[in-house]
């Protein structure tokens, strides 16, 4: 086996779990875990420099939230429909949600004609508990 195809094997299995998540905002680490416990050994740097290729060519977006350095990335292969909603962050689990809804629009055209403010729907995150987590709490006997 030479190094060449080593290499397009660890990029086709980065490629393959970004794929499999494009529902999912994903972090390097999130890929590394994957890898390694599929006996894929890819380097941190090796996953950076891919992810880097594929935002050039526009297959995948970059998310940074909470001002966070650690960024987050999603798939969105040749669509370009992914700055088309909002985002939902649960403060318990910190899971990033995509919100796919048609009143987004009409949410973001009152905050402009009334309020005059144009939103960026690429940065826009609404905070709160997902729904796993507020089931979780239920089942405790918390309060959400």
């Known amino acids: 086996m030479n190094n060449g195809e080593y290499k397009t094997r660890q990029k086709q299995a980065i490629l393959d779990f970004l794929k499999n998540n494009m529902d999912n905002h994903v972090t390097v680490n999130d890929i590394s875990e994957y890898l390694e416990k ?8 090796t996953i950076y420099r891919y992810i880097d290729k594929l935002l050039e060519q526009g297959l995948v977006r970059k998310y940074t939230v ?10 969105v292969g040749s669509t370009q429909e992914c700055h088309e909603h909002f985002h939902l962050k649960c403060e318990a689990c910190g899971k990033l949600i995509h ?46």
């Open 99 to 144: 919100l796919d809804c048609s009143h987004i629009s009409e949410l973001c055209s009152h905050i402009f004609k009334d309020h005059g403010f144009k939103t960026d729907m690429r940065r826009t995150v609404f905070y709160g508990i997902c729904s796993a987590c507020a089931d979780k709490r239920k089942i405790a006997g918390g309060s959400i």
């Open 38 to 45: 599929n006996n894929c050994r890819v380097g941190v740097t």
């Open 66 to 75: 909470d001002n966070s350095t650690s960024a987050c990335f999603q798939y």
